[in-house]
């Protein structure tokens, strides 16, 4: 494996030292990548200040560079892919996609307007309503989905006008390290800084001085704790936090139609996405033939090394989350879950994990009450659908839900009352950029994408003109 390097001021910079990144198909480290110091991140923090002047004030600039990302991104996106999936885990055709999905994110945020609003226009003043951006941006992000969700800050932040920071997970660094790479001929330094280490070095990000704006993809956990330090310097916030998703299935529906969409709703990318189902509601007449169908498809579904091509299921990326799943499932058997398919750890190397489908669950095992983050799906019955409702908002998280039905607007109607950011119908994890995505409750604060999601790396300027 080549050596990474962060991205500082439109150079690369070696780390002070560097720590290991292992490969979750083998449970062993395959690469380094650096450590940033503090003085290192003091010397980015003062790059993106000083490119912000230039940056902010050439909008036609900034809107053809997010082209020239698009395109730097597709033109290296099979060689970037195998190094997300070697430190990710997940399908190469995945890791692949994850960059030209980031060329979808970069030219579509390109073409967003930031519009001037006229509120008044008469004999005593024109008042117009400017978005302007905010300064340096700091971005800190998860290992599930490293690219998407950096490129989810970076291009609205760049296209607003902002500078930005940015720091991928410990567990999954080389990817990002790689897209700055990627990027740094393509803006101009300072514009685009990428730094990697540990979790203190998201701490320093949120305490900096100079970030006037944070934004985070993680747990809820440690979204509280960046709320916390962003306090008392009134930082501007956006929190992308964890889920415990609920899916609803209606007695109108066939399981056997239904089944491979709710499947794939729950297991892509092995369970590790914030808005996965995480918690399935079926009618209690239909509950047995949704046991079978979910159960086949999590038995014949194939698991492996991400650079196998067969490979649809890649294993778990690091072993915290190996031992949480495993510790999660576990505890549901031992209180009497029924195991469909699945139900522990595979043998042998690496953090692989059975698809696990769980019968006869119900609320008070932690795997229903908390996000569990894995291919292991609690999968529950109820009797009548206003209690379904209630026990699917009976939760702190909101990321999103899911209604399945023969009946698309009763399914709508019932959608409208789960308390969280996106409600599907007959889908899930259908994620567009021109629609705003974020959480209710405790899985966010704010949103991204859409032009809700640019507009949270602007402050509002009223510009009153005197006549
Ligand atoms: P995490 O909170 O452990 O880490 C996320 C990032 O925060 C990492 O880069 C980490 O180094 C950094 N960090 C850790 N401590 C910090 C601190 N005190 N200050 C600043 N930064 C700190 O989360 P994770 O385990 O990497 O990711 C999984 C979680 O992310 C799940 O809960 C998942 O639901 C959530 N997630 C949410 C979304 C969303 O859009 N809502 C998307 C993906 C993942």
Redesign the pocket.
Known sequence: MRDSSMTIDGKAVAGSGSFSVINPATGKPFAEAPECTREQLDDAMSAAAAAFGPWRRDEAARRKALGDCAAALRERAPELGRILTLEQGKPLEKGIGEFFGAGVWFDYTASLELPVEVVQDDEEARVEVHRRPLGVVGA??????PII?GVWKIAPALLAGNTIVI????FTPLATLALGETLRDVLPPGVLNVVSG??DL??W??QHPAVRKIS???????GK??AA?AAPDLKRLTL????NDAAIVLPDVDPAEIAEKVFWGAFENTGQV??AIKRVFVHEDRYDAMLAELGRRASEVVVGDGLDASTQLGPLNNAPQFERVSELVAEAVQGGARVVTGGGPRKGDGYFFEPTILGDVAEGLRIVDE?Q?GPALPVLTYRDVDEAVERANDTMYG?SGSVWSGDVRRAAEIASHLECGTAWVNQHLQIVPHAP?G?AKW??LGVENGHWGLYGFTETQTLNIAK
């Open positions: 800190i992000t998860p290992w599930n989905f969700l720091k991928p997970s410990p540990g979790d998201g701490a990000i949120t985070f993809t993680g747990s809820t956990a440690t704790r960046v330090a992308e936090l964890g889920g914030c808005s996000e983050f990321l995505f959480g899985s966010g």
